[in-house]
């Protein structure tokens, strides 16, 4: 072997570890750089996600100002409809209290009307005399009706009707109805059924009495043959009363309109009291106003029933008020009747209403006449008739106290035209009856002998 090839030999066994070194560091080199392209990635990601979020950061913050801006108009425009909503409930509130000051103004000359038309109708003696009589009665019964029903209406509306709900016999209030239509279901030629119950509810009495009239009116005014009946089932802790008729019913298509106001149906009321189409809106409010569930069925050709569901307190423990009160008879006999009315044409009217009755009336229109009369005559009042605002801010019960200061057992009558609350209750406190005007002289003159009655029976 040569020194040559020795030499080779060697120069290999020095060159081996480098290389393997060499192949080490390369190694590295290339972990070490995908190292530092991955950070570089990582880098560049984070950048473009600082980027990105600097981008959202700004249309967050102008989406912000939008909905600031926006937040701040709403604000402004529920300021402005809370401002419209204040003035739009005041002036329903005046629109109230307007039509109430209108109201008793206007039903003033229609009392004085009424009583008048029906003095005249008695002295009538022809056919023709008294068709016409009828006529303008009807007619003035229709502007009352107009009248009464559109303050409801703006009553109900305002929401200042509150009801006083109590508990009450039910039978009361029914057997009031067949005295109230007697002359309508007489012309009708229809038959008017009450049912008694012997339930206590709890209710308002004067506004279920005015549901019930206005069911009981609407049926008879579409009952051609047949009749109407009201009468009440118990259901556990609730009772309907049903208003039941044999009219020509109802559409199914209609009958979510009935309750609208001055909608009438396509069926044709009997002769000319068609209505006004207001009588069922009335109804709903009123029991909306309650709590009382309203309801109809209805068959075409068959009849229709008008169903208010009521919660039960009880039943009546006086048996009396399961029956109809023995018809009273009636009174005159030259009977003395105070009269106090400032409107002197409506006291002239009732004066001569009284005397065509055989009664003995006389006609006070202030305070003063009412103690001139009481202290000078040679005969107490059998009983007072008064309407309750006079003049001179003076009040009709007060002509009752200065009666009854004499003989504590004189009945009386408020008769008045203002239907608040407040007058009824200090009526009630006078220990007087009351009733609205207008009067109509069938109503006054039963009124009269039922306490002339009731006062003769006490004595």
């Not at 069911?215 to 009772?239: D, F, H, M, P």
């Not at 000319?272 to 075409?300: D, W």
Request: glycine share 6%; with cysteine.
């Amino acid at each position: 072997m040569s020194v040559d090839v020795y030499g080779k030999i060697a120069s290999q066994r020095d060159e081996q570890p480098l290389l393997q070194r060499l192949a080490k560091l390369t190694k590295i080199n290339a972990v070490l750089m995908e190292r530092v392209e991955r950070s570089m990635d990582h880098q560049g990601n984070a950048f473009s996600l600082f980027q990105t979020a600097i981008a959202l950061e700004g249309k967050i913050r102008a989406r912000t100002e939008e909905l600031t801006l926006v937040l701040r108009s709403l604000e402004k425009s529920n300021a402005q409809l809370s401002a419209a909503k204040e003035i739009a409930d005041s002036a329903n509130l005046s629109k109230t209290r307007f039509l109430a000051a209108a109201s008793h103004d206007l039903l003033q000359p229609v009392h004085s009307a009424k009583l008048s038309i029906s003095a005249l109708a008695e002295t009538q003696d022809s056919p023709d005399g008294k068709r016409l009589a009828r006529q303008v009665e009807d007619s003035l019964q229709t502007i009352e009706d107009l009248i009464k029903t559109l303050l409801d209406i703006s009553k109900l509306d305002a929401g200042v009707v509150t009801p006083e709900v109590r508990v009450f016999p039910l039978d009361g209030l029914l057997m009031g109805l067949r005295p109230i239509f007697e002359p309508a279901i007489n012309s009708a030629d229809v038959e008017l059924r009450v049912r008694p119950c012997g339930l206590l509810v709890a209710s308002d009495p004067v506004l279920l009495q005015r549901v019930l009239q206005n069911l009981v009116s609407n049926a008879i005014r579409y009952t051609r043959r047949g009749g109407v009946l009201a009468g009440v089932r118990r259901r556990g802790e609730v009772c309907h009363i049903d208003i039941i008729d044999t009219g020509p019913g109802i559409r199914e298509c209609e009958r979510a309109r009935i309750f609208d106001e001055f909608y009438r149906g396509s069926a044709s009321a009997l002769g000319s009291s068609a209505g006004l189409g207001l009588g069922l809106s009335i109804v709903k409010r009123i029991t909306q106003a309650l709590g009382h569930e309203l309801s109809v069925t209805s068959s075409l050709g068959r009849g229709s029933r008008f169903r208010v569901t009521l919660p039960v307190a009880g039943v009546a423990s006086d048996p009396l008020s399961r029956s109809p009160a023995p018809e009273l008879p009636r009174i005159s006999c030259g009977s003395v009747v105070l009269i106090v009315e400032n409107d002197r044409a409506v006291g002239r009217a009732m004066e001569q209403l009284f005397r065509h009755w055989d009664y003995r009336p006389y006609l006070a229109c202030s305070l003063q006449e009412v103690e001139r009369f009481l202290h000078t005559n040679d005969r107490l009042p059998d009983i007072v008739i008064a309407d309750y605002h006079l003049d001179e801010k003076d009040l009709g019960v007060a002509a009752i106290a200065s009666a009854r200061a004499i003989d504590p057992s004189t009945p009386a009558i408020v008769v008045t035209a203002d239907h608040s609350e407040e007058t009824a209750g200090k009526v009630r406190a006078a220990g007087a009856e009351l009733m609205l005007k207008p009067v109509s002289p069938g109503r006054l003159r039963t009124a009269v002998s039922h306490l002339l009655t009731r006062s003769e029976n006490r004595l």
